[in-house]
């Protein structure tokens, strides 16, 4: 199946790309590499807020995670000129998670954005990561995530 199939298959849009809001582009095409700046957890309903192990739940960090990959994958897409069949591979995705400084759960927050590349992408979709706990995120977000993409000229 297509990208475009498995977004349909789990009832997914992609986003319009969020522009940026200070100084830098939101993403640069390097070769055959395409680096994704971070995206906040903005979801339909808005931004997700909060801070883990506070006043938000791992189901609610999860699905931040989810939205900051769906926002991901809109910028790709843009990169590609539209063409999501260019993805050779998700290479790496680096997941920050506003949490308190016991919180420990921060790979199953992240868990939400790798599953879904793979759910999305299949096997290409496979990546490697980090999961880091922050203090705080811009604007208060719960979740923020990059990524390296491949893709194919």
């Not at 200070?22 to 680096?35: E, I, L, R, T």
Request: aromatic letters at 4%; hydrophobic letters at 45%; a negative charge.
């Amino acid at each position: 199946m297509t990208p475009e199939q498995n977004l349909d298959r789990l009832s997914l849009s992609l986003p319009a790309p969020v522009a940026p809001v200070a100084n830098y582009v939101p993403y640069v095409v390097s070769s055959n590499q395409v680096y994704i700046s971070g995206q906040i957890s903005i979801g339909p309903d808005g931004l997700i807020t909060g801070k883990l192990g506070d006043d938000i739940d791992l189901e609610t960090g999860v699905k931040a995670a989810q939205s900051c990959a769906l926002n991901l994958i809109s910028q790709l897409k843009a990169a590609c000129g539209g063409d999501l069949s260019k993805l050779v591979r998700v290479v790496k995705l680096n997941g920050f998670v506003n949490s308190t400084a016991d919180f420990t759960d921060q790979p199953k927050v992240i868990n939400g954005a790798s599953d879904l590349m793979v759910e999305i992408f299949g096997e290409a979709g496979k990546h490697a990561r980090a999961a880091v706990s922050a203090p705080s995120l811009p604007l208060g977000a719960a979740v923020e995530i990059d990524g390296i993409f491949e893709i194919a000229q």
